[in-house]
């Protein structure tokens, strides 16, 4: 059986939670592969549960389904043993969880750092939520990350705290006047957090290898989206690792050649957290419609996302970028009562027509959408699950939306419950 990738195409909470759980049945391993507690997946479950999971992959709430962070994904230990016992109080198993020994560790300088520098760029800012993600990338690369096999040694994870601090308490101290952190203090904690934690740890690699050669499908899931990748999205506004699907097989160690289908979610309309270029970007009453009807408010953060129409341009990008077989087009249902409802097909910039994503940061901070406009539909399609039984106009829409990205809208959801979905083809079959 194939390694499936699922992969937000816009600028993320594009609904990939559901995907993850409408899928999680089929699936023996669920695999989180970058990204850390700056990104959340919203799941309904059957029974009508709501769980906001902001670390942990979503086969978590699968009974059976095996749910590994991987290498590629920075940790808060706290934020994960707060998770962890949150679920388990609500009843779900957590035995099951694997964690790669290789993924890096979010340490109190990171969260230090990541704040005073967000705030000391002032009107510069990148919108980081300022949990250290960015700063725990950045010494990942740097080679002065601690990663979770470093708790299994205290002496080991003491000296790389000591390297790490004789430089970061000077930058704390000297640079932003702020208070040096104790090392004592973070050996304690974090072999506080190492008791819990350590019979999590496992190779993850060699785990996830011997699934795939027993024939079991293992389902890839990214937390952001294209748009926010940090090679491919619109630098430098974007998260500090790969949500495509390269970052998959870096962040799981799985190679290319396993990845049999990429499931891309897409969002009927289009949403942004956070600063940065957002050429379809609503500020009238269409806009407060997508944003209240939505519910388009962060699942980790809870600020409000930036609406816009659908943006074409960008769904061609994220389709051609990550191999994306299958398109799951979420929320349908919010643009229901919506007189008319325009599609980007292409940017204007500088008096010239661009119809692929512009090369350079300055040409899409000029971009002015290019519109064509659908007919709406008043009726409510909350309870459809037929294709042909949604509105005609709904319908046009949806496949022209699948004429313009260049591959088929498998799924279509037209409600926030696992089950509001119309089903056009199997995701997992070509």
Same mark, same amino acid.
Not at 14 to 36: A, F, I, N, P, S
């Given at each position: 059986m194939p390694a499936i990738?699922?992969?937000?195409?816009?600028?993320?909470?594009?609904?990939?939670?559901?995907?993850?759980?409408?899928?999680?049945?089929?699936?023996?391993?669920?695999?989180?592969?970058?990204?850390?507690?700056?990104?959340?997946?919203?799941?309904?479950?059957?029974?009508g549960e709501k769980y906001a999971l902001h670390l942990v992959p979503t086969g978590m709430l699968t009974p059976g389904c095996v749910p590994v962070i991987g290498n590629g994904v920075v940790i808060d230990p706290k934020v994960l043993l707060h998770e962890l016992d949150g679920l388990s109080a609500r009843g779900v198993d957590v035995s099951l969880l694997k964690i790669s020994a290789d993924a890096?560790?979010?340490?109190?300088?990171?969260?230090?750092?990541?704040?005073?520098?967000?705030?000391?760029?002032?009107?510069?800012?990148?919108?980081?939520?300022?949990? $250290?993600? #960015? +700063?725990?990338?950045?010494?990942?690369?740097?080679?002065? &990350?601690?990663?979770?096999?470093?708790?299994?040694?205290?002496?080991i994870f003491r000296q790389k705290l000591e390297l790490a601090l004789r430089e970061k308490n000077q930058v704390l101290v000297k640079v932003y006047n702020r208070k040096k952190i104790d090392i004592d203090a973070v050996v304690e904690e974090y072999m506080g957090y190492a008791e819990r934690l350590i019979p999590y740890i496992d190779d993850t690699r060699l785990l996830l290898d011997k699934a795939l050669t027993r024939g079991e499908y293992v389902l890839l899931e990214g937390a952001q989206a294209t748009l926010l990748d940090v090679d491919h999205g619109t630098y430098p506004f974007v998260t500090s690792s790969n949500p495509t699907t390269g970052g998959a097989c870096v962040g799981a160690g799985i190679p290319p050649t396993r990845i049999d289908r990429v499931i891309g979610v897409i969002k009927a309309y289009t949403t942004r957290v $956070?600063? #940065? +270029?957002?050429?379809?970007?609503?500020?009238?009453?269409? &806009?407060?419609?997508?944003?209240?009807?939505g519910g388009e408010y962060g699942t980790t953060t809870g600020r409000e996302r930036r609406c816009g129409w659908f943006d074409a341009v960008i769904g061609r990008y994220a389709v051609r970028v990550n191999g994306i077989t299958d398109l799951f087009l979420t929320k349908l249902d919010v643009l229901s009562a919506l007189e008319k409802v325009p599609v980007c097909v292409g940017y204007e910039i500088d008096g010239e027509r661009f119809d692929?994503?512009?090369?350079?940061?300055?040409?899409?901070?000029?971009?002015?959408?290019?519109?064509?406009?659908?007919?709406?539909?008043?009726?409510?399609?909350?309870?459809?699950?037929?294709?042909?039984?949604?509105?005609?106009?709904?319908?046009?829409?949806?496949?022209?939306?699948?004429?313009?990205?260049?591959?088929?809208?498998?799924?279509?959801?037209?409600?926030?419950?696992?089950?509001?979905?119309?089903?056009?083809?199997?995701?997992?079959?070509?």
């Open positions: 990738v699922l992969v937000g195409t816009q600028w993320g909470d594009e609904g990939k939670g559901k995907v993850t759980d409408l899928l999680g049945e089929r699936m023996q391993y669920t695999v989180r592969y970058q990204g850390g507690n700056n990104a959340g997946h919203t799941v309904v479950t059957p029974d890096h560790l979010i340490m109190p300088h990171h969260r230090a750092l990541d704040r005073v520098v967000e705030r000391y760029l002032g009107s510069a800012r990148i919108g980081t939520t300022g949990r $250290g993600i #960015g +700063p725990t990338y950045a010494d990942k690369v740097g080679r002065m &990350g601690i990663r979770a096999q470093d708790l299994l040694d205290p002496k $956070g600063a #940065g +270029p957002f050429p379809t970007e609503l500020f009238d009453d269409n &806009g407060k419609h997508l944003l209240k009807v692929e994503m512009p090369m350079t940061q300055t040409a899409l901070h000029h971009a002015t959408p290019l519109y064509e406009f659908h007919e709406g539909w008043s009726e409510d399609i909350s309870a459809v699950r037929r294709f042909e039984d949604l509105p005609k106009n709904a319908q046009a829409y949806v496949e022209r939306l699948e004429e313009l990205c260049g591959t088929r809208i498998s799924v279509i959801g037209v409600g926030p419950a696992r089950d509001q979905n119309v089903i056009r083809h199997d995701m997992l079959e070509a």
